[in-house]
Nanobody, 124 residues
Framework: QVQLVESGGGLVQAGDSLRLSCAAS????????MGWFRQAPGKEREFVTA????????IYADSVKGRFTTSVDNAKNTVYLEMNSLKPEDTAVYYC?????????????????WGQGTQVTVSS
């Protein structure tokens, strides 16, 4: 029903910034939420942030609060993740996910559709 494609990952140095994009297509409801998750090698998938539509309310993991910002451009069917002051511990594959419900959630099993992920590598 919904297809998601992440882009914008790459190799950067600590302190740099990156902007990830998640382009959505297909059929989706007028009310929904989008989440960002990340997974580093040998670690569990970790919640990063989520945003709901309509309204744009957000939640953030403590590890990224104050450094990362998520936003939605509904006209472009795109969700963004602005990452500032990147640290080596931010290195991971970043995934966007779509939830049919507009209720914000930090739990990956609550999301219905997932993108393929984009690699972010931060060197010291």
């Amino acid at each position: 029903q919904v297809q998601l494609v992440e882009s914008g990952g790459g190799l950067v140095q600590a302190g740099d910034s990156l902007r990830l994009s998640c382009a959505a297509s297909g059929r989706f409801f007028s009310s929904y939420s989008m989440g960002w998750f990340r997974q580093a090698p040998g670690k569990e998938r970790e919640f990063v942030t989520a945003i709901k539509w309509p309204g744009g309310a957000t939640i953030y993991a403590d590890s990224v609060k104050g450094r990362f910002t998520t936003s939605v451009d509904n006209a472009k069917n795109t969700v963004y993740l602005e990452m500032n002051s990147l640290k080596p511990e931010d290195t991971a594959v970043y995934y966007c996910a779509y939830r049919i419900s507009a209720r914000l959630s930090e739990y990956s099993h609550m999301y219905d559709y997932w993108g393929q992920g984009t690699q972010v590598t931060v060197s010291s």
